[in-house]
């Protein structure tokens, strides 16, 4: 998928080309490694729904393995890579983005470390990465937990692990996800972008992503302004999940995103997504409520997950589980 020609790109979808040349200077940042962390974090969910850490505790050559080995998957040729395909549920997909129409200038793998899957459809050294993905997924995990754990000291919420127990559940659904957007030289039609990937939140309770440095990362603001996220391949970005939203009430909202195609260089993103066991019972937590009637009905992850299989990017799956709406 190192290119598609023109007549490929014309089902893909643009958008008029209103950014300014420079990157947001507003987005948060917050060091793990400072006291005034978990302050930050709150802040940052309740402002933005997203924020990039630093100090995280991932060590970049673990980063920087992996997605060397990523990169070189993605550098086969297309009837090998489709060998580890269809992603259904795991595995490798290309364009087409869930099941309902959604196509963007993406090549993805969907994966799981719990999975039974057959690593050797990823090429000649399917055990190396295996093994890099394994400890990877690992290493970002437990920022994760260590990240909700935070935000629950900061919430003054008595049971440090309300969140990321959920996590650390065996029976936890956490996807991996390693999106690949090549370089796409033709994307400039009469001054409009191509949309890499389509705008949406994720449904799981939060999102751990990094990125090559490579731009394309874009964020939606509550004032209805798209703003670009400057790369970093040093950082991870954080993102609040629905989930997550729906545990807080409200309070903390899943940040809309999208990723535009970038004309002269390739983007890998690497991105966890942290979702409980399919059992688990989401609903606002009865510490957070004080007082105030929940937004939402109770709903299980399955439920959720289910739900979201009959969606499109863009739409409000949390709409169907909304009490306001269903009064």
């Known amino acids: 998928m190192a290119s598609l020609s023109k007549t490929t790109t014309e089902q893909y979808s643009y958008i008029k080309n209103r950014m300014a040349s420079t990157f947001a200077s507003t987005i948060p940042i917050v ?39 990523a990169l070189k998957f993605f ?69 994760a937990c260590d990240i909700l754990e935070l935000m629950a000291e900061g919430l003054k919420i008595q049971q440090k692990n309300v969140f990321s127990k959920l996590l650390r559940d065996k029976e936890s659904d956490s996807v991996f996800r390693v999106n690949h957007y090549p370089a796409c030289p033709e994307l400039a039609v009469n001054g409009e972008n191509m949309i890499g990937f389509g705008e949406h939140t994720d449904p799981q ?19 209805g302004s798209w703003i670009s996220v400057p790369p970093d391949h040093n950082s ?11 545990m807080t009430n409200g309070r903390f909202r899943s940040v809309r995103h999208r990723v535009l195609a970038n004309g002269f260089k390739s983007r890998l993103s690497m991105i966890y997504f942290g979702g409980p066991p399919l059992s688990e019972k989401i609903a606002p937590l009865p510490s957070l409520m004080k007082g105030k009637e929940s937004l939402y009905k109770e709903f299980t992850w399955f439920e959720y997950k289910n739900s979201t299989y009959g969606s499109r990017l863009a739409d409000n799956r949390l709409g169907h589980f909304e009490r306001i709406a269903a009064s």
């Open 31 to 69: 060091d793990l490694s400072k006291p005034d962390a978990k302050t930050l974090i709150v802040n940052a969910c309740e402002e933005f729904g997203f924020f990039k850490v630093i100090n995280h505790g991932v060590p970049m050559e673990a980063i920087s393995r992996l997605e060397t080995e």
């Open 236 to 246: 991870f970005f954080i993102n609040v999940g629905d989930s997550l939203q729906v």
């Open 75 to 143: 550098s086969l040729p297309l009837n090998e890579k489709e060998k580890a395909g269809p992603p259904n549920p795991f595995g490798y997909g290309s364009k087409r983005i869930g099941h309902n129409g959604d196509v963007g200038w993406v090549e993805y793998l969907l994966l799981n470390n719990n999975q039974e899957h057959d690593f050797s459809l990823y090429g000649k050294n399917h055990e190396k990465f295996r093994c890099l993905l394994n400890s990877y997924m690992c290493s970002v995990k437990k920022m």
């Open 205 to 223: 309770i939060i999102s751990l992503l990094r990125s090559n440095n490579t731009s394309g990362l874009q964020i939606y603001l509550r004032d």
